[in-house]
């Protein structure tokens, strides 16, 4: 932690130091020093940094990762007496090439030191503090060289650097490094240290410290041997993975453009024309990138590494984006001298979002996804890349700066945020499913929201706004992602059953919202809290029902589901249309507790019982789905027993299993799964079906359609419902890569006529002739969807991934594509004003007509296929065609 703060001082030493070593009263006997000098002070950190990346990366492998960072003190303390002496700028360039040297080894060592004694629980929130502490040293930097003498600045750090020589020399070294040495008793020993048993409390351990401890022993047994380290050790898919992310995440935090406003925040802040004068600017922005830290570590460890890093990307590109707009306006000419705040404004909140995820996280990311034989030299090898990186951009800021504006670099480094948004978005993919009573409630607002826009409106405050309405119908989406995520932890923890059986609560209390409704957030909050079953439903009913179901009715139990969402629909669109609002909630509650009266009496899935280890309770949950019972012919009791046995196998090979690794997400295989899957559930949201059984009344009467707009809407869900009895018939007959197609193909067709009615009636044709069109397309886009691409992905999804990935993607997958339906929900009505009705359904069409390309070529046939089949089919090997024995688990 001292080094951490000693480098930050290394760091924050320049912006304040500058000005005085650029004055006539430069504090060096040999005169002021110029720009050029300026630069290459500042750069040499980073040159240094490579060397230092070399030289420590291959000692931590050697002498040890507490030794390693030991001896990186050396260079620090040389380079601080260089400061104090010097005559010249030659020693300035000196000290800073072995600060570099010294920062290198930290950046290096740290955080595998940090990652392999940190406690699983509490090692995102350890990453933080270190990076805290970095940012504190800046801070105190900034803080030091604006009111102290030259000179004393190296005072203070050297009295750092002699504390942490005293303490850090107490520490052991790490228990994964001496299990990697075979040295078993010294490795127990330092677990024990950093696990608070020493002392007296040494040999009084815990059962969760032997357990610990001889995990560590495992993984040490797999990984990381002491035989040379070779090429077959890159090789795996999860490796090469890991080294992806890894590399683009380090090059992504260069590339951001904090490191160089951190080295010249008084002089961004002096071009910027700032009421402030720029070592103030500098201590301002240094507390708040500290807070910024300090914040991020309350968010790491629930938000998660992968949420914030996209958070921080796209926050620090925006406030990018508006420094470089007050840079261009100020070279245009514009008089900005009442807008002073805003650099301030867009430095320190690019400098504060960034700290969430863009400073700090990819150091620890990658100690945590590197295997451990690797991590030292991988670790290395990158940081010797990132440095000279980071010395190109810190060099020829100023220079670039000057000759093409500051405007065109802070661009620059706000374009390589987007790209990294991008990068992160498409690394977390997720999907979603449906049933009857979460339907209902997410359709409610297709007939009511029309007319709570009127005077007609029954709630007490009066009439919502467009943009209330606009909310009210994407919401539920929201509150969906917290669902996800809630349910999605719950379904293992308290089971398939229990968890299902939860979601009466916020449904309930999501009715009873809108039951006593007074204005418009009444109904907001109710959508967000039905979002929340919603999503908890998704998650866990697709579950629930894979693990009850006999392979040979798979696909019809997975389109069934989809019946009684689309019956769901249908029900929410009568009642909204002849029915009162007051009265639509008692109707749904009284749903709701059908289901918790009847569902309490049903046993939980007999694969979960096998993982908690009861397998009596597991058969009898079988015989109960099975309908097995004491009269059964020997034959059937049987084919149940084999059918336990195999399920039994199963769950054994799963359990001894470790939890998922990059490993287990980067075979080929796997990855044209995840593709395949990630693309199909994508289309669910951008098929326009969601949008169209939203907005149906809304559409018809743009459309001009002859029906009343309820009418229309009834009809569509009735037609959908039909549709999605069709499919429970064709899944098993057709197969599912035909049924895709056709349907994808077909609601192209469809909303691509019905995107032509709307755009010659917007363009002044009589089409009032015409008004069976809008009710053809919308009916026919809606019945072929149904066929294929808006149910068939949900259980294609399953019979695609892995028993071991399945749980997890589907979480992953639940979480991106409910915020895609949130989006498109949210922006459909803006969409529409701004550009036209057509247009949205014309891009739909276009994604359609994707999807039916995509399944042609890339999609495999997986009707009547074992889960071996079809691994074969995606790896692209001929694959025999066997009776389905696939198991979907969590």
């Known amino acids: 932690n001292i080094a951490s703060v000693v480098y930050g001082f290394a760091v924050g030493w320049v912006s304040p130091t500058f000005p005085q070593l650029l004055s006539e009263n430069s504090p060096l006997p040999s005169g002021p020093i110029t720009t050029d000098d300026a630069s290459w002070i500042s750069s040499l950190l980073y040159i240094g940094g490579s060397v230092g990346t070399i030289i420590f990366g291959w000692l931590a492998d050697k002498i040890g990762r507490k030794w390693a960072l030991y001896l990186g003190t050396a260079p620090h303390i040389v380079a601080f007496l260089l400061i104090t002496f010097a005559q010249n700028v030659i020693y300035l360039y000196v ?96 677990l024990k240290f950093f696990r608070g048993f020493h002392g007296a409390r040494k040999n009084y351990v815990n ?106 990307s796209l926050g620090t590109g925006i406030c990018l984006v508006a420094l470089g707009v007050h840079f261009f306006l100020k070279q245009q000419g514009v008089d900005m001298s009442a807008h002073g705040w805003l650099p301030m404004v867009s430095f320190c909140g690019a400098i504060f979002i960034g700290s969430w995820g863009l400073l700090i996280i990819p150091f620890f990311v990658m100690a945590e996804i590197l295997p451990t034989k690797v991590r030292g030299i991988t670790a290395t090898v990158f940081m010797v890349i990132q440095w000279p990186i980071t010395f190109v951009l810190v060099k020829y800021f100023i220079i670039i700066g000057y000759d093409y504006g500051m405007h065109t670099c802070m661009w620059f480094f706000a374009a390589c945020c987007f790209l990294q948004v991008i990068f992160i978005a498409f690394m977390q993919p997720e999907t979603k499913g449906k049933s009857t009573e979460e339907i209902i409630e ?13 005077s007609q409106s029954t709630l007490p405050s009066g009439p919502i706004t467009k943009d209330q309405a606009s909310w009210i119908n994407s919401s539920t989406c929201l509150g969906a992602i917290a669902g996800n995520l809630i349910y999605g932890t719950l379904v293992d923890r308290i089971g398939r059953k229990w ?192 949008a169209i059984v939203t907005y149906t009344t809304s559409i018809f009467h743009e459309a001009g359609s002859d ?29 599912r890569k035909v049924l895709l197609i056709v349907s994808a193909t077909g609601t192209a067709l469809c909303h691509t006529a019905l995107g032509v009615h709307l755009f010659l009636k917007a363009s002044g044709f009589d089409m009032s002739n015409y008004g069976w069109l809008p009710l053809s397309a919308l009916s026919g886009a809606v019945f072929i969807c149904n066929i294929g691409i808006n149910n068939l992905p949900f259980f294609i999804f399953a019979e695609l991934l892995p028993p ?34 057509y247009t949205c359904y014309w891009f739909f069409a276009g994604f359609c007509f994707f999807e039916a390309l995509f ?33 979907t688990i969590n």
């Open 442 to 454: 997410i359709f409610w607002v297709s007939p009511v929201v029309p007319v709570l826009l009127t």
């Open 707 to 735: 029906l009343s707009p309820s009418t229309s809407s009834i009809i569509v869900a009735g037609i959908q419902v039909l549709g999605s009895f069709v499919a429970t018939w064709l899944v098993d007959h057709a197969g």
């Open 95 to 190: 000290s800073r090439f072995l600060s570099g040297i010294a920062g290198g080894a930290l950046l290096c060592v740290l955080p595998i030191y940090v990652s392999e004694i940190s406690e699983n629980r509490i090692r995102g929130v350890l990453g933080f503090f270190v990076g805290n502490l970095v940012s504190t040293g800046i801070l105190l930097g900034y803080i030091v060289g604006t009111y102290v003498h030259f000179e004393e600045y190296s005072y203070i750090v050297l009295g750092f650097l002699g504390i942490f020589s005293v303490v850090f020399a107490l520490l052991p070294e790490t228990p994964q490094y001496l299990l990697m040495r075979n040295k078993i008793g010294a490795a127990e020993d330092s």
């Open 499 to 690: 968890s299902l059986f939860l979601l009466t609560v916020p449904h309930a209390i999501s009715f009873l919202l809108i039951l006593f409704a007074q204005d418009a957030m009444y109904l907001l909050i109710s959508r967000i809290i039905g979002g929340i079953a919603g999503g908890g439903l998704f998650v866990v009913l697709p579950i629930y029902v894979n693990e009850i179901s006999e392979d040979k009715i798979r696909g019809r139990l997975g389109s069934a589901l989809i019946v009684s969402d689309n019956s769901g629909i249908l029900i929410g669109y009568v009642i909204g249309s002849y029915m009162t609002i007051s009265t639509f909630p008692y109707v749904v509650l009284t749903m709701v507790t059908i289901f918790a009266s009847t569902f309490l009496f049903f046993p939980e899935t007999p694969y979960y019982l096998l993982l908690k280890n009861r397998p009596a309770e597991a058969e009898k949950s079988l015989k109960f789905y099975r309908g097995v019972t004491a009269n059964v012919k020997n034959r059937a009791l049987l084919n149940f027993q084999a059918e336990f046995e195999k399920m039994k196998n199963l769950v054994s090979s799963a359990t001894k299993k470790d939890s998922v690794t990059m490993r287990d997400l980067t075979s080929p295989t796997v990855l044209r799964a995840i593709l395949i899957s990630l693309v199909l559930l994508m289309g669910t949201d951008f098929c326009g079906i969601f």
């Open 855 to 887: 399944v042609l070529f890339i999609v495999p046939e997986t009707k009547g296929k074992s889960f071996e089949a079809i691994q074969e089919a995606l790896g692209g090997r001929r694959k025999p065609t066997q009776p389905p024995t696939v198991y």
């Open 207 to 312: 059962e969760a410290f032997n357990e610990e401890f001889d995990r560590l022993k495992t993984f040490s047994n797999k990984g990381s041997d002491v035989s040379p380290l070779s090429m077959e050790d890159f090789k795996s898919r999860s490796t090469r993975l890991a080294l992806l992310i890894s590399f683009v995440l380090l090059t992504g935090r260069n590339l951001c453009g904090l490191f160089p406003l951190i080295t010249f925040t008084g002089m961004v802040f002096e071009e910027a024309e700032s009421s402030l004068s720029p070592n103030t600017s500098a201590i301002i922005a240094a507390v708040i990138m500290l807070a910024g830290g300090i914040f991020s570590n309350f968010l790491i460890d629930k938000a998660g590494r992968k949420m914030l890093l996209l958070l921080s």
């Open 804 to 837: 071991k990935i399945l749980g997890f993607l589907a979480t992953a997958f639940l979480f991106i594509s409910w915020i895609i339906a949130f989006l498109v929900l949210l922006y459909y009505t803006y969409f529409v004003e701004t550009f036209g009705m």
